[in-house]
């Protein structure tokens, strides 16, 4: 199957591999289901039946005008869940993603779910108020958006650098790494880029924290300037029952990249 079709009729694109208990794993912003080829091998070889989709508005998904915000982004992994047929299966978020899980789990509960892994997770709460110090500053959003909007492409191939940890000195990945991340990033609609920007930075997921009654894992860089820990992953350990929380130490946001044999055999110790 190719193609799942939402509630509002966008097509979304999967890619559903293997045999064995199911794993869908739930992309970042703003790349695709691919961004998981290192998991994908490892976990296929590791016996999993292993799922992907690109999120409306990225990738090879429809480009709708609409739909950019949690609650639908919710109901279209539930679309993708209940087309495949999937029982038991374990939900892995990284970044953007995690927030799919946890609205998720709030909308649909968790009759279909085993297991919940929350990688450099947006679950938490990104932005900073009153209720969140530690949060990002709104104005780093807004400029987000104006850079997108002036030089979408320039600023992808900017952002990537962050996201990877790459500096004067450190360059954790390789140029073809940033190549591959540039393409899979402009495969997305320009109006979803810059609307998942509020979508990620501004919806509050600490009340979708009690639907969280599956094992869940949450792994998170210490180093990540994308998605800070602090109101993120730390805030997602203590918010969630009976969570535990693996940390990076040092390691930025893009750790299926920068680290991905530790964060595969972190994967598999926890879905086994």
Known sequence: ?????????????VKDMGHGNPVI??????????????????????????????????????????????????DDLSAVIDSLDVQNVSLVGFSM???EIARYLSRHGASKVSKAVLVASVAGYLLKDETNPYGVDGSVFEDMKKDIRKDRFAFLQSFAKTFYGVGFVTSPVSQGILD????????????????CVDAFGKTDFRPDFSAFTV?????????????????????AANGISGAKLI??????HGLFATVPDRLNQDLIDFLR
């Open 97 to 99: 993603g995690g927030g």
């Open 247 to 252: 940390e990076y130490e040092g390691e930025p």
């Open 25 to 74: 794993l739930i992309h970042g912003w703003p790349l695709t289901g691919d961004m998981f080829e290192y998991q994908t091998v490892a976990l296929l070889e590791a016996g999993f039946r292993v799922i992907t989709y690109d999120r409306r508005g990225f990738g090879q998904s429809g480009h709708p005008a609409s739909g950019y915000d949690y609650d639908t982004f919710a």
């Open 180 to 195: 591959w991340s540039f393409v899979l990033g402009v495969m997305a609609s320009p109006k979803a880029t810059v609307e």
């Open 1 to 13: 199957m190719a193609y799942v079709e939402a509630k509002d009729g966008t097509q979304l694109h």
């Open 215 to 235: 094992p869940t894992l949450v792994i998170h860089g210490t180093g990540d300037k994308t998605v800070p820990i602090e109101p993120s992953g730390r805030a």
